[in-house]
């Protein structure tokens, strides 16, 4: 079954087509099961799937929207499942337990949030990262409006000594994870 996602031009690379339609396939049969019933597929497995590129492979921007679209629809669907089985209030207090770890990390000061990689190598910039940190604890302390789509979509420049971007990309990834439990 093909998904018919635009494709790049046999110069430019684009994602992987067979691991594309592999891993839409299997999201397919895990979706098409009784939603009542755990699957080993999860939003979280859809948020970190990355994909090889190859020249004239699918399009990325058009592959990721449908990827976040799909991480929603389980999202969804595991917050169903899980009010259902522990009820509101166990659902909630798991989320605001996450949400107060996040708030935790970003209260360190300015400069200080994640480890920084060495003097050598380029990390997320500091001050990038420090200033959506106020946006993400004025969301979560004032409901000053932050929606998921920007989390996912935020970009930071590069610098030496910078944050380890594998230690943002983690507390961007529960941030989602919160903001999807609460919607």
Same mark, same amino acid.
């Given at each position: 079954m093909?998904?018919?996602?635009?494709?790049?031009?046999?110069?430019?690379?684009?994602?992987?087509?067979?691991?594309?339609?592999?891993?839409?396939?299997?999201?397919?049969? #895990?979706?098409?099961?009784d939603?009542? @019933?755990?699957?080993?597929?999860?939003?979280?497995?859809?948020?970190?799937?990355?994909?090889? !590129?190859?020249? *004239?492979?699918?399009?990325?921007?058009? =592959? %990721?929207?449908?990827?976040?679209?799909?991480?929603? $629809?389980?999202?969804?669907?595991?917050?169903?499942?899980? =009010?259902?089985?522990?009820?509101?209030?166990a659902?909630?207090?798991? &989320?605001?337990?996450? $949400?107060?770890? @996040?708030? %935790?990390?970003? &209260?360190?000061?300015?400069?200080?949030?994640?480890?920084? /990689?060495s003097?050598?190598?380029?990390?997320y910039?500091?001050?990038?990262?420090? #200033?959506?940190?106020?946006? +993400? /604890?004025?969301?979560?302390?004032?409901g000053?409006?932050?929606?998921?789509?920007? /989390?996912? $979509? @935020?970009?930071?420049?590069?610098?030496?000594? *910078?944050?380890?971007?594998?230690? /943002? %990309?983690? +507390?961007?990834?529960?941030? =989602?994870?919160? !903001?999807?439990?609460?919607?």
């Amino acid at each position: 079954m093909s998904t018919n996602f635009p494709r790049t031009r046999n110069s430019r690379r684009g994602y992987n087509v067979e691991q594309v339609e592999d891993f839409l396939e299997e999201a397919r049969r #895990a979706y098409a099961v009784d939603s009542a @019933i755990p699957t080993v597929l999860s939003s979280e497995n859809i948020r970190t799937t990355a994909f090889a !590129m190859q020249k *004239g492979g699918y399009s990325t921007v058009h =592959v %990721d929207a449908a990827l976040e679209r799909l991480e929603d $629809a389980f999202a969804t669907r595991e917050r169903e499942r899980a =009010v259902a089985q522990l009820g509101d209030q166990a659902w909630y207090t798991d &989320a605001r337990g996450t $949400a107060q770890q @996040i708030l %935790d990390r970003l &209260a360190r000061p300015e400069g200080h949030r994640f480890d920084r /990689v060495s003097f050598l190598s380029n990390g997320y910039h500091r001050k990038d990262v420090d #200033a959506f940190s106020k946006r +993400l /604890v004025d969301d979560f302390q004032s409901g000053k409006p932050l929606s998921v789509d920007e /989390v996912r $979509a @935020i970009a930071f420049r590069s610098q030496k000594s *910078g944050y380890r971007e594998g230690q /943002v %990309d983690v +507390l961007l990834d529960r941030v =989602v994870a919160v !903001m999807q439990a609460v919607r």
